[in-house]
């Protein structure tokens, strides 16, 4: 390899790795995305459910989940589509932890924060429901505007459509559904309502818990165990870069 040669690929690889350093959202290779800006670690397939229930039968009542003061009121079920209600979300994310799926049992379905008065206070921008929310509120919401980038059916005046809005970008993602999402949060003015958030046009709201929305798994590793077992890319390119520029600084 002469010297251009070498240089030219030494820029490629420092622009990868540099593409890398600043990466939100990182594919791990092994069914993950971790997004170390929120130091989350997300199912890679967003409809998994479509295929893995673990273990529970699709549309077969459940059974009453100790965490839905509403579950008597309505057949807890997982649909072979994926989509699912309320109590089938969290039976099915109690099976997940108990498969330890992936080598972890603490998945959960993602969080909101319900700030203000209780419940929905409904805004085109800054509040904890509607469009452009603030983002601290919604697990969902700050991946599905910030790490992705897509664009809310109005923006912060109330004016829409906007041009390019919707689910636009999935990233890494397999499978993201442009539709409704469930939170793992329920919807504190009633019994039969729970948070969700709506990856199809950006709003995070309420939803009756007897409704059919998709349900993905996120977990948090603040402490660590957000790592791939497979190297990123730009890892691989930093290691080739160091050998290729000690094998130059011996020939020098």
Known sequence: MDCRTFLKTAVAALSLLAFDAQATLIDNG??????????????KDFNLAASNTFGLAYSTDLGDHPSDSYAASYAEQIFTSGYMNWGAALHWIDAMNTANYLGFNDWRLPGVTDTGSSGCNFAYTGTDCGYNVD????ELADL???????????????????????????????????FAYWSGTAYAPSTYGAWGFGTDDGRQDGAGKSSGLYAVAVRSCDAGGCEGTVPVPGTLALLGLGLAGGAVRRRR
């Open 144 to 178: 599905w505007y910030r790490a992705l980038g897509n664009t809310p059916l109005y923006d912060n005046s109330g004016s829409g459509p906007q041009a390019g809005w919707g689910l636009t970008n999935a990233g890494p993602f397999d499978n993201m559904q442009s």
């Open 30 to 43: 092994d069914g993950t995305v971790t997004d170390d800006v929120s130091n989350k670690m997300w199912i």
């Open 135 to 138: 983002l601290a509120t919604g």
